[in-house]
């Protein structure tokens, strides 16, 4: 994966994110309660770049993933997660793809901040160019 593509796809998550949680940061912020038949867009990403001293090895690995959920109730949404990783280790590179279908518990469904519990079954590809393996999450 090129350097200009990985800039891309942090920006693009990057700028979703700031535009989606920016009203959550004021101080005592709260909002309406999530109610059945509401839809959530979500999604995250990760860069982690590493230099191993061991082996000589860097490894850099880009994750994305974008969710979309719709609320049953205040506190239960069901949904899909769509995932990506890259690894970059030495000159070996893996690529997964993964599908989830998922459950999350909201514990506070009217706070700026939104924990919750989250239960998934799902299926992932792993392409290591010369290896193609499917199984279960």
């Not at 940061?25 to 001293?53: C, E, H, I, M």
């Not at 590179?93 to 279908?101: A, R």
Request: hydrophobic share 35%; proline share 1%.
């Amino acid at each position: 994966m090129t350097g200009k593509t990985i800039s891309l796809l942090l920006t693009g998550v990057l700028l979703l994110g700031a535009s989606s949680c920016s009203s959550m940061w004021k101080s005592g912020a709260t909002g309406p309660a999530f109610k059945a038949g509401d839809y959530r867009l979500g999604g995250g990403a990760g860069l982690n770049v590493q230099s191993s001293d061991f082996n000589g090895t860097d490894t850099d690995t880009l994750a994305a993933n974008f969710d979309l959920g719709r609320f049953y109730s205040e506190h239960l949404e069901l949904g899909v997660r769509f995932g990506f990783t890259s690894v970059d280790a030495g000159t070996a590179e893996t690529d997964t793809l993964s599908t989830l279908i998922l459950g999350r518990w909201y514990v506070d469904s009217r706070s700026a901040t939104r924990p919750w519990f989250e239960i998934g079954l799902g299926t992932s590809n792993v392409d290591t160019g010369t290896v193609d393996v499917s199984g279960f999450l």
